[in-house]
């Protein structure tokens, strides 16, 4: 296993927020974590990412608890792409990327043309770098967005936590980074709300509700027209798509 849980709880005072919430995820798949507003999907993926400590459980990389682990080698390993991420406002967006690169240096190592490279292919990745030299504070949010991701790739990780990452998106970036997304080499677990780029592009999917998960398995096992209903209250019609033969979700009015 890549990235696993096992029987994490965390709460809020006494409001329980994540419950008893195990998961294994294999080396290089993609996958997707459901759930509707508030379920838990932010306050678990944090978990995972070593944000926030579990009140019981663990969470381990191969097999190993992330507990001991020092920060910077985890860094190496794990990135984190928040929904509503943050960057000082005055930086250029190349100085925002290389953010990324810390993990891979010590106080005395020197910065190397691979690390431009690395940068360079990041942002191109993204498709940001025609604004490479443009302030922080002066892109739209879809940009930002775009620009928080092509940091998390210039940390070169093995494991990429995204939460909500086509949020502020226009669709064609949407499906451009879904995509990218499930064609990377490395391991991504991504909070996303809608089904049908969750059908297309992830290998399988965790479905939380209520801080605890409900259901795990492929799209095409788990897309059912009773689990949505019964998770987010919604009625549709789910077919086989005769364009990319994977489930697609009609929603009913
Ligand atoms: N620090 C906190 N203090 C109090 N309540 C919190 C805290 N963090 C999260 N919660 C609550 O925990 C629940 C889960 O929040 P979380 O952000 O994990 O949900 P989510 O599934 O990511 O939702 P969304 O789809 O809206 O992004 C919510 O009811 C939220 O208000």
Known sequence: MSISAENITWKVGKKVIVNNVSLAVSQGQTVGLLGPNGCGKSSLLRILAGLRRPHTGTVALDGKSIAGMAKKQFARRVAFVEQHGMTDANMRVRDVVKLGRIPHHSPFSSWTPQDDETITTALKTVDMLHHSEQGWQSLSGGERQRVHIARALAQMPTEILLDEPTNHLDIHHQIQLMQLISQLPVTSLVAIHDLNHASMFCDALIVMQ????????????????????????????????????????????
């Open 210 to 253: 209520q801080g605890e998960i409900v259901a795990t398995g492929t799209p095409q096992e788990i897309l059912t027209e009773d689990l949505l209903w019964d998770v987010f209250r919604v009625k549709t019609k789910i077919e086989l798509s005769p364009f990319h033969g994977k489930k697609h979700i009609h929603y009913l009015v």
